[in-house]
């Protein structure tokens, strides 16, 4: 619900001024991957604890595994697109490459949400691929024998899955890591500079990077947290677990999620104006 609260909101500013700044671009792409990723996790569940037959029907777990994971992998391009924007238009770095993202940057950044989505779909295709060799196979006979090479060979092939998914996540993760140095180490040449010259340290330039930090050091937090509870879910071990434990999982995703969106909200002042007039006018406007 908050990011389709986002979503309202960015549309109410597109309807009005007819055209959107690069950052409510980025903002409505993340909002609308966050709501189809957590919707799929969601009816996924739901089928599973309504008919269990589901998960030995290959068709279907293909096509929900495909849908999450490419959702899963937009959501976390998508976040990351979003940290790099915030860097640029905050940092002050003088090389060409720097300034020439600088004066290109909306252009910059439709071309790295259409190539985003270019690698999440690649990068789901052999995870998706991988899982045909997962489903359990018929033995000629139940020896132990065959039984111990079975698992061994499951074994393998989740362990393979799992190395398809980091392999997938890395790029992303990769990029963010390289803009939180970048965003730190603009942050030190800032203070060193007005340490040597004795100016204050409350000037807008140096708060906004100290907010860049902040924001960034909290969705790093949070996506070790979504990428540890995936790994979980992708290595195997979740078809042993209970439903509540399958319930509490999701519950663990939803609220990295959640907790990021809640927050990019409240750090946008013109964001949080759009959506508390979209939960005034969905709420009727009046306590009656």
């Known amino acids: 619900m908050v990011n389709m609260t986002i979503l309202a909101a960015i549309f109410l500013k597109w309807k ?4 959107l700044q690069t950052i409510y671009k980025i903002l409505g792409c993340l909002s609308l991957s966050r709501c189809l990723y957590l919707l799929s996790i969601l009816f996924y569940y739901i ?3 309504i008919n269990s037959w589901v998960l030995q029907d290959m068709i279907f777990e293909t096509v929900a595994f495909m849908e999450i994971t490419f959702l ?9 697109i979003l940290c790099f924007f915030y860097c640029v238009k905050i940092t002050s770095y003088n090389c060409t490459l720097w300034i020439f993202l600088k004066m290109k940057i909306s252009t910059v950044i439709s071309w790295f949400i259409m190539a985003s989505l270019l690698f999440s779909a690649s990068s789901s295709l052999p995870f998706v691929f991988n899982m045909s060799n997962l489903e359990p196979e018929s033995f000629l006979n139940g020896t132990i024998e065959n039984v111990t090479i079975h698992n061994n060979r499951t074994i393998i092939n989740y362990q393979k899955q799992l190395l398809i998914f980091l392999v997938g996540s890395c790029p992303p993760f990769l990029i963010f890591c390289v803009t939180i140095c970048l965003l730190l180490h603009s942050l030190w040449m800032h203070t060193r500079r007005m340490r040597s010259s004795g100016s204050n340290f409350r000037c807008p330039n140096v708060e906004s990077l100290f907010n860049a930090v902040k924001s960034m050091s909290l969705f790093l937090v949070l996506q070790i947290m979504y990428f540890v509870v995936t790994i979980v879910f992708i290595s195997g ?4 677990y209970e439903v509540w434990q399958w319930f509490l999982l999701i519950i663990i995703i939803c609220s990295s999620l959640f907790l990021h969106s809640v927050y990019i909200i409240s750090s946008n002042s013109d964001l949080k104006k759009t959506c508390l007039s979209v939960l005034h006018s969905i709420t009727g406007g009046d306590h009656r």
């Open 72 to 80: 899963y992998y937009t959501n976390f391009y998508f976040a990351t």
């Open 16 to 19: 009005t001024q007819r055209s």
């Open 47 to 49: 089928i599973v604890v």
């Open 237 to 240: 071990r979740m078809y042993d």
